[in-house]
């Protein structure tokens, strides 16, 4: 698929040379948003946006939408349709477990349920998500919402393709933030500090800013968790 | 700051010490509010000899303190007050750690320690595992790699942690750069999960990604594509376009340039080059260049503005997004003290009162009528390049990748829109093309 490839002016004044801009540069960047078939993914699995978003914008250039929804479909079958019935054994005992776990023992119903979303996966559901048109209500955080739906059995395929596109950073400005702590620690001071403290540095301060490894001992909880009345001034 | 006044609590509520001193016991009113608070059994913490080391080390590394902290006597005086005020404190002093090393194995440690758990998190990612990578001087004049993992976990728990910041010795090259990245992908134990790369636009990076799928496909993961799985930083894109609408479209070649340019005075003309973008810089970079100018130019603006906040204009810089755009509605915020402090020193120059031989570039930097006039219409250009930034940065703090496409969609119908607006204005039309053609880089 090109997009934008075909974008040459016609009536440019022959003394800027933007044809040649846009050429060489425009539609060589679009070829490589091309090369790489995240963009359009996260497009169509956006719930505001879908494939609707393509054949609205991009009206003019069939060519782009049919190359969009190519890799698209390309993708969604050769990797994520039917990923849960590939893995069926884990997921019946998962939801087994987590019935019996909440003290609800499976019923009849609920075998036959299970039984039913199983026939449904033959049921292709990026055609069904397409179907619908994009949503009016703005979701505002894209993630929840596939996140949430991935509890749906339904929906588990689908919304694993989502999350994992739709968790790809845009920006490469996270090394940029580890760049500037790592300039604090290593100032005019501690600038011979050796290379295995600065990597142990860095990245115990990164994991704790994350909130992925935390004050885990029982007593710093509990001290974290003093009611606040205790915070007040002293009244003598 | 909850921290500090949980322990302000705690010493309270333990160990019966307020501002004043010891609170004796049973008398003090604050006893029952402790009471009330926690009844007769609330929870009692006990000294710990661990986690003061614990906390002790998770300040030191939050804080950048020095390891040699630990040596200062006056931080020792501290922990001997605590010890000694309470006897449950007296295994402070024996905790704290006589030497900078000491601290220095304690870090190590927990690191590997962390580590193990940090593998553990990463193992039962709920999605793929996405990756950052760059490399980095740092003030030691040392190479660093960093490589940044993106996750979410089966809370729903997105993560952006780092897993290596890495001492880079040897060349650059893409193939270098796979090497440890391969490595800390196998020190993980992560090769299952690896998802995609948003690394900026060098091209040694394709090199990187294609040597690492060598090695994945080595290792069993034949799956992983190096072309589809390489996004480009998107907010890189945004400010090289921004870079070339307002420097032209081989910013690059530009730059050389100005590095070739071997006095002051050849890099002055070779910005004025550049238009009214050109002469703001110039006269930034001159009220900037010392203290006194600067002073002179914050004296100009509190008689002209008494109520402005900002004192100070600033120059955009090659690297930082949207700086440029930043300088540039700074400079209309303080248009007439600009034009004062130029028209001035035009002035004082020609009766002679000047350092002539500083400020003589300004006679030809003045900025005329057309040349705001021609400013605003850049702003107008950039504006949306700058709220597209922001945007996505607001989002997650490393914007979310569904918004690219209609971010250029948008900004491509700008420019559009800009080049019949501007047909007539060939130097701006210039300026729009230019743009439009570095977004590809």
């Known amino acids: 698929m090109v997009y934008y490839g075909q974008v040459i002016p016609s009536s440019s004044p022959p003394t800027f040379h933007w044809e040649v801009h846009l050429l060489t540069g425009f539609s060589r960047y679009y070829s490589k948003t091309d090369l790489c078939p995240a963009y359009a993914i996260a497009v169509a699995l956006h719930p505001n946006m879908k494939l609707a978003y393509f054949h609205e914008e991009w009206a003019a250039k069939p060519d782009w939408i049919a190359g969009a929804v190519e890799s698209i479909d390309h993708r969604w079958h ?59 209500e703005r979701v505002t955080d894209v993630i929840q919402y596939w996140f949430g739906k991935s509890m749906d059995s339904h929906w588990r395929d689908l919304a694993k393709m989502a999350l994992d596109y739709l968790t790809i950073p845009a920006m490469s400005a996270e090394p940029e933030r580890v760049f500037s702590a790592a300039k604090l620690s290593l100032s005019d001071r501690r600038c011979r500090m050796g290379d295995d403290a600065v990597e142990a540095l860095e990245c115990l301060k990164s994991w704790q800013r994350d909130g992925l490894i935390a004050a885990s001992r029982q007593d710093v909880k509990a001290m974290e968790d003093m009611p606040h009345a205790l915070c007040q001034e002293d009244p003598e | 700051m909850a921290t500090t006044k949980n322990a302000i609590a705690h010493l309270r509520s333990k160990h019966h010490v307020g501002p004043n001193g010891i609170i004796t016991a049973g008398t003090s009113t604050y006893q029952q509010t402790i009471e009330k608070g926690f009844g007769q059994t609330g929870p009692r913490i006990v000294f710990n000899i661990d986690v003061f080391k614990d906390l002790l080390l998770q300040w030191i590394v939050q804080m950048n303190v020095s390891f040699h902290v630990c040596e200062d006597t006056t931080f020792r005086s501290l922990c001997s007050y605590l010890a000694a005020c309470q006897p449950d404190y007296s295994g402070v002093y024996r905790a704290l750690p006589q030497s ?18 940090v593998m553990l998190q990463l193992h039962a990612t709920h999605t793929k595992i996405h990756f950052s990578f760059d490399m980095w001087s740092g003030p030691n004049r040392r190479a660093y790699q960093a490589i940044v993992a993106h996750w979410m976990a089966h809370d729903g728990q997105l993560h952006a942690v780092l897993l290596s910041l890495h001492r880079f010795k040897g060349s650059h090259s893409g193939v270098n750069q796979a090497e440890h990245l391969w490595c800390t992908i196998t020190d993980y134990g992560i090769e ?61 070649a530009f730059e050389v340039d100005m590095n070739a340019a071997q006095d002051e005075l050849a ?86 009162e000047r350092d002539i031989r500083n400020d003589n570039g300004l006679v030809h930097d003045e900025l005329l009528p057309e040349d705001w006039a021609f400013l605003l219409c ?38 559009e829109d800009l080049k019949v607006q501007f047909a007539e204005e060939p130097h701006l039309l210039t300026m729009i093309n230019n743009g439009w053609s570095i977004m590809d880089k």
């Not at chain 2, 900026?200 to 990604?209: E, I, K, P, V």
């Open chain 2, 267 to 352: 890099e002055l003309l070779e910005w004025r080059r550049k238009g009214p973008m050109g002469k703001l810089h110039n006269i930034l970079t001159c009220i900037l260049k010392t203290q006194q100018r600067r002073d002179e130019f914050t004296n100009v603006v509190r008689r002209l503005y008494p109520t402005e906040t900002v004192h100070t204009v600033f120059v955009g810089n090659i690297t930082r997004w949207s700086s440029d755009y930043e300088s540039i509605l700074r400079a209309f915020r303080l248009r007439e003290a600009i034009e004062d402090y130029v028209r001035t020193a035009i002035r004082q120059n020609r009766n002679g």
């Open chain 2, 192 to 252: 299952p999960f690896v998802g995609m790369f948003n690394v900026d636009n060098a091209s040694n990076n394709d090199t990187a990604l294609a040597t690492l799928a060598q090695h994945l496909q080595a290792g069993g993961f034949p799956s992983f594509d190096p072309v589809s799985a390489r996004l480009r930083c998107f907010g890189h894109v945004l400010n090289l376009a921004v870079k070339a609408i307002i420097w032209g479209a081989d910013i690059e």
């Open chain 2, 100 to 117: 900078g090393h000491a601290i220095k194995c304690y870090v190590l440690t927990w690191y590997d320690a962390m580590r193990q758990e």
């Open chain 2, 378 to 415: 850049v702003k107008d250009i950039l504006a949306p390049f700058k709220e597209w930034t922001l945007r996505l940065q607001v989002r997650y703090s490393n914007g979310c990748v569904a918004d690219i496409l209609p971010a250029m969609d948008e900004l491509l119908v700008h420019l």
């Open chain 1, 78 to 136: 050769e990797s994520y349709r039917g990923y849960s019935t590939a893995h069926a054994d884990e997921r019946v005992v998962e939801e087994q477990e987590a019935g019996v776990e909440e003290g609800y023992p499976l019923s009849r119903w609920d075998r036959k349920r299970l039984a039913l979303n199983q026939d449904n996966e033959n049921v292709d559901m990026m055609g069904r998500f397409q179907q619908d048109p994009p949503l009016k």
